[in-house]
Structures are given as C-alpha cells and as structure tokens.
C-alpha cells in the first residue's frame, strides 16, 4: 500500500513554455500533498503544501505566481511550471499522506525531471 | 530550517550492520524522528519512524536516546541494494525539512 505515481517522469520544454505534473495517490486518499525540488548532488527543498480543496502554502523564496499548485480531489495534485526557464531545470518530486500533524507519514512519488532548453 | 546533522558519508561491509547516527538537540517533545533513503534518482523511501521507544520492522531498527536528542538507525545486514543517500528528519508540524543526510556506501 501507500503508493504514489507521478507523471510524467521526465520531461523536456522549450523556455517559456508551461510544464505540468500530476501527483496521484494510488491506494489512499491525501488530504495533504507536498512538492519537493531537487537540484543535482543536494537535498530534497520543500516547495509548498497544499491541502484538498484549499489553496497552497508556499514555503518562504518559492513564487508562487510561477508553481501553480492545484489540489482539487483526495488524489490528485498538480505542479504547473509557468514559463519556464532553465534555472527551473530540477527533479521535481511530490509526496502526500492520509492526515496532517507529526503522526502522519508522507510517501513520496518516483519524481519528475525537468529539463528546460 | 532541518534540526538534525548527520555525518556525511559512511561505509558499510556487505553483510554487516550498518549503524548510522543522527543529532536532532533541539527537537521538541511531541516531534516524531523519521527516517528516509533516496537511492540515485528516485523519490524518497520510507523507511521507519519514532517518537521515544526503540522501534523496529522489516527493514530497520530504530534506537533513540532516552534524552531523545539522538538516535540511530541500523540496518541489521546490509545489502549492496541498502547504498543511498539517508536522511534523518524530524517532522516539524507534518512537514519534512530535509537535511544533507549521510551517503552509505555498501561494499563487497
């Protein structure tokens, strides 16, 4: 159980281009979702939360103008890339689990790679 | 910010334990310890989590102080498969702020 798929896996764009990943939550229903970015040979950056049916919280430094974030069923969220530039070139990786608070455990996708030309 | 250091690399034997620290000082009462890996290129995996008591499952122990202000996770007979990068995490609130972590390297 707790199995999370993220699509698509990788992708590459021109710049300016949007770009969106799904986050699903296969086998259980997420009231919370996360998205983390990851820039080669560093650690998981928490991006912003974003909890069903109401608007994300971003995380301080992350624009919110430019990651769209959309949480509109248990299982589903969305990262939508606005004009993307190369910096934004990352390994975007989203996680979610059943209930908020410290007891809940958060599953994480296999992650998405962005390449923007 | 991430409340936890851990050493940056470790080696481990094949078939050995791996035993890898993690300093959380400044975790509050109610925090949970978890702990991930990530293997190249691939989302995090979970692997256990605690609050006081030593826990343990089917892929790892997990053993904190009592003063809770560390506590280590040990992998009972490492595989080459166990080598990627670990992190220790405390749940701040349900968020994850994730740490360098420790690369551990499992050699034949």
Same mark, same amino acid.
């Given at each position: 159980?707790?199995v999370?798929s993220?699509?698509?896996s990788?992708?590459i764009c021109?710049?300016?281009t949007?770009v969106? #990943?799904?986050?699903?939550s296969l086998d259980?229903?997420?009231?919370?979702? !996360?998205w983390y970015?990851?820039?080669?040979k560093?650690s998981?950056? /928490?991006?912003?939360?974003s *909890?069903?049916g $109401?608007?994300?919280t971003?995380?301080?430094?992350?624009?919110? +103008?430019? !990651?769209l974030i @959309?949480?509109? $069923? =248990?299982?589903l969220?969305?990262l939508? %890339?606005t004009?993307?530039h190369?910096? +934004?070139s990352? !390994?975007? #990786?989203?996680?979610?689990?059943?209930?908020g608070g410290?007891l809940?455990?958060?599953?994480?996708?296999?992650?998405?790679r =962005?390449?923007? =030309? | +910010?991430a409340?936890?250091?851990?050493p940056?690399?470790? +080696?481990?034997?094949?078939?050995?334990?791996? @035993?890898?620290?993690c300093?959380?000082?400044?975790i509050?009462? *109610?925090?949970?310890?978890?702990w991930?890996?990530?293997?190249h290129?691939?989302?995090?995996?979970?692997i256990?989590?605690? /609050?006081?008591?030593?826990?343990? @499952?089917?892929m790892? $122990?997990l #053993? #904190?102080?009592?003063?809770?202000?560390?506590?280590?996770l040990?992998l009972?007979?490492?595989?080459?498969?166990d080598?990627?990068?670990?992190?220790?995490i405390? @749940?701040?609130?349900?968020?994850?702020?994730?740490?360098?972590?420790?690369?551990? $390297? %499992?050699?034949p």
């Amino acid at each position: 159980g707790a199995v999370v798929s993220q699509h698509p896996s990788w992708v590459i764009c021109k710049s300016g281009t949007s770009v969106k #990943i799904e986050c699903r939550s296969l086998d259980f229903q997420a009231t919370t979702m !996360f998205w983390y970015r990851q820039f080669p040979k560093q650690s998981l950056m /928490l991006m912003a939360t974003s *909890n069903e049916g $109401s608007k994300a919280t971003y995380e301080q430094g992350v624009e919110k +103008d430019k !990651f769209l974030i @959309n949480h509109a $069923s =248990l299982t589903l969220s969305t990262l939508t %890339v606005t004009s993307a530039h190369p910096e +934004d070139s990352s !390994f975007y #990786i989203c996680s979610a689990m059943t209930s908020g608070g410290a007891l809940s455990t958060q599953y994480f996708g296999p992650g998405t790679r =962005l390449t923007v =030309l | +910010d991430a409340k936890t250091t851990q050493p940056p690399s470790m +080696d481990c034997a094949e078939g050995r334990a791996a @035993n890898l620290p993690c300093n959380h000082s400044t975790i509050s009462g *109610n925090e949970y310890v978890y702990w991930y890996r990530q293997i190249h290129s691939q989302g995090p995996q979970y692997i256990i989590h605690g /609050l006081k008591n030593n826990e343990t @499952n089917e892929m790892a $122990s997990l #053993i #904190i102080t009592e003063d809770r202000k560390s506590s280590t996770l040990i992998l009972p007979h490492a595989t080459l498969r166990d080598t990627a990068v670990y992190y220790c995490i405390v @749940n701040q609130g349900g968020k994850l702020i994730f740490g360098q972590g420790t690369e551990l $390297s %499992v050699k034949p």
